[in-house]
């Protein structure tokens, strides 16, 4: 958890000092500022977290049936890595929007209120406590059948009300 916590923090700082001196040459006049900030809004969007959800549940919900050999496999190489990622992907969303903020714009921390990033505790949360789940033959099935139903939720489901 301390190092998802440095990791958060790093990028989210280097993420704020793009973002900053993008807004700071863009306005000044400059085009390339302009080009940056969309740059590192494009990847800013909390749009982004659905499909990594949905992999890393589809990944969460073979690991509780394969054999353990096979599940370390798929927690080292595809769990694993798409939680680094949910956390990178946080941490420059959260850093572009210090970068607003700290340039006057007052309602960019609003953005984080967005539901998706529900998405983001959900992976993080599973990632906790996915030893904890292996262990019980009913909590692994219980939970085949719950990761089942999130992947498709997050695949086919438009979460449009």
């Known amino acids: 958890m301390n190092k998802a ?3 958060f923090a790093l990028v989210a700082v ?5 973002m900053a001196i993008s807004l700071a040459v863009a ?5 390339f500022g302009v080009i940056g900030v969309k740059r ?4 800013a969007s909390a749009d982004n977290f659905m499909p990594l959800a949905a992999i890393y549940f589809f990944a969460a919900m073979l690991m509780m049936i394969l054999p353990l050999k096979a599940a370390s496999i798929v927690l080292l190489n595809a769990a694993d890595t ?14 572009c929007l210090a970068a607003r903020w700290a340039f ?3 309602s960019a921390p609003w953005a984080l209120l967005d539901w998706r990033f529900l998405f983001v505790a959900a ?7 996915m030893n904890e789940l292996r262990r019980n033959v009913l909590l692994r099935s219980l939970f085949f059948a719950l990761f089942g139903l999130a992947t498709l939720a997050c695949l086919f489901w438009s979460f449009r009300i």
């Open 104 to 106: 006057g714009q007052t």
């Open 5 to 7: 916590a440095a990791s």
């Open 123 to 129: 992976i993080v949360g599973c990632h906790l406590t």
């Open 27 to 31: 306005r000044h006049g400059y085009p």
């Open 14 to 18: 280097l993420t704020a000092l793009l």
């Open 40 to 43: 590192l809004d494009g990847i």
């Open 82 to 95: 798409i939680h680094w990622v949910v956390i990178a992907l946080l941490a420059t969303i959260v850093g």
